[in-house]
DNA sequence: TTGACAATACGAAAGTCTTCGTAATAGTCT
DNA sequence: AGACTATTACGAAGACTTTCGTATTGTCAA
């Protein structure tokens, strides 16, 4: 089964997408040991959970080794951008600047952070001309 | 039951949250009336969420006319900035500018919310200094 | 008072998510 | 070959979500 406008990750396939962005194809145990520095979870866990993410086709596997080498089909970008989609739809109604005026709520912000923000309008200010 | 670092709502939840933003208190029925304009759903569908939202804590009801009267606990920009910083992190590991990059992305933003953005950005600024 | 109607309460089914235990399998070493 | 180990496969429990049907309760009018 393979549709095209895959379907949003939950919290904990979120989780192994971004060990696997990271680190690129890994194995199960690659994958474990990344997670369990962060939380406690079992080996099987994550395999069970990889074999799901395999049926949905979030993530694809090569079976050529023993250990199989699972990697994302999206590139972190595009799942990104989903999940990013998704709350400024469901949340603030599409309302970039809502999005962030609440991001940024009662939050210190670095001045690199706020550069890096007023570079990213610059680039869309100057692309919609 | 009241605890206060309130859990994020389900999409359901958020739904209907939204619903007594806009209108303030309301009745099952107007909850339900307003919903129904944009997906089928059943009464006691509405009725169930609103009692077990009342359980969870996020909303509170005033029992005192026949048909009760419910109301969000948080306000509107309580729970906004916690969906908010949730993805921040779940997805962007706290980079705000990354947040913006992918919500923005691939997307015609109008210069009003584009100069929103930018006396956001001044707003804060000006905070931080 | 009783019938009709509207509202709430309750329970349960179906689906998804997360987690793990156990079984089966495949490779490795002696 | 046989024992040991690492890996995958499978199934299932428990929690949570969403949905709705049915029962109960309250209100008003005739």
Redesign the pocket.
Known sequence: MNQEPLQKP????LEILRVLWARGPS???EVYQELRERK??????V???L??MTAKGSVRRNEEQ???VYQACQPATETKRQLARDVLQRVFEGSASELMLHALEGRRTSQKELHELRRLLDEYEGRSR
């Open positions: 939950t919290a904990s396939e194995t199960v145990r406690s979870l079992g080996y099987t866990t395999l069970k959970l074999q799901i023993r250990a199989h």
